[in-house]
């Protein structure tokens, strides 16, 4: 999903303060923008806080919202993997897939990341007025849940309603997303 | 960004009263004041506690320091290096100028703040800045922006 990335690269401004992850061979850097008006570090909380017009931006989309926080790992965890990132306050992500451009809105996002016995958990969990759109139809759920490694949506009081298609007859039933597998 | 108390009472101190060897911190240059009292071109090491204590942990250097009632520092050209324990460089922050205040272990600035790791992967950048050290908090109050440069990631998008 691509706005895993715009919250997680976000999210990656685990600064200076954590370790940058090591480079994949072969691939070129590519940059991730993070404004904000206001920031804050908290040491003893080990969070970073962006708040006030937080815009991140990177190859795939644009993630907006009012206010970005980001909980650092214990200081020495392996990885420097960020455990939970919340974006709150009027979220919204654009992204492009296939020249289509996708819209997701919710009052809060929260990427949450563990790993327990060898097992990665990882997910984004929309709530409140959450919803996807594109021009295939639109989605919405109370929580809208992200599972980043089954690669789906799942949710509860989960609906999906499909745009009528242009053309008859060549329809499928792939959902607006091609989310639901 | 952390900067040790001991390190910048050091730094008090060697701006106030003369360059000398403390502990395991060290001012690395010679400290010039000229006749106003104001120091220039200094620089304070501090270094790492067993089982390193030969590698340099951070260093701190000015162009200029200007000692001002109360206790307070005003830096120019602050910049703070910091190191890993095998001697690779870690981050660097800089500012143009900054105000430190030695009974409250506190740094700040109405002016730029610049952060960046050493590796030139993240770039942190904003107005006004105020640090305080004993909590370890840091503020940067206005126009932040950040810049992260990473590998470009097989999208994971279904």
């Known amino acids: 999903m691509k706005f895993y990335c715009l919250l997680f690269l976000a999210g990656s401004c685990g600064l200076l303060w954590s370790q940058t992850n090591p480079p994949v061979q072969g691939l070129p850097d590519q940059e991730v923008g993070l404004h904000s008006d206001h920031f804050y570090y908290d040491g003893r909380a080990r969070e970073l806080v962006y708040y006030n017009n937080v815009v991140a931006t990177n190859w795939e989309g644009k993630l907006t919202c009012g206010r970005l926080t980001i909980l650092l790992p214990p200081e020495g965890s392996a990885g420097g993997h960020p455990s939970t990132m919340v974006a709150e306050t009027n979220v919204v992500i654009d992204f492009l897939k296939n020249g289509e451009t996708n819209h997701i809105t919710s009052d809060k996002a929260i990427y949450a990341y563990s790993l327990v016995n060898a097992v990665t958990n990882e997910t984004i969990t929309f709530t409140g007025h959450a919803k996807g759109e594109n021009a295939k139809g639109w989605m919405t759920g109370e929580p809208l849940v992200w599972d980043n490694i089954a690669d789906r949506f799942t949710g509860t009081d989960f609906k999906t309603i499909l745009k009528p298609a242009p053309s008859s007859g060549n329809g499928t039933n792939a959902g607006p997303f091609n989310l639901l597998k | ?158």
């Open chain 2, 1 to 158: 960004m952390k900067m040790k108390c001991a390190q910048m009472t050091l730094l008090a101190g060697v701006l106030l009263a003369g360059c000398k060897k403390s502990g395991d911190i060290a001012a690395d240059a010679p400290v010039s004041k000229d006749a106003a009292g104001h120091t220039r071109d200094f620089a304070c090491v501090e270094y790492y506690t067993q089982p390193n204590p030969t590698q340099m942990k951070s260093r701190l250097s000015g162009a200029e320091a200007q000692p001002e009632p109360g206790g307070l520092l005003v830096i120019k050209q602050f910049k703070l290096e910091t190191f890993n324990t095998n001697g690779s460089p870690q981050a660097i922050v800089e500012a143009p100028e900054c105000v430190y205040d030695t009974p409250n272990n506190t740094a700040n600035s109405a002016g730029h703040l610049q952060l960046r790791s050493s590796d030139g992967k993240i770039r942190t950048e904003g107005d006004g800045f105020l640090w305080r050290q004993d909590d370890s908090f840091l503020t940067i109050s206005n126009n932040v922006y950040t810049v992260i440069k990473t590998s470009v990631r097989k999208p994971t998008m279904p």
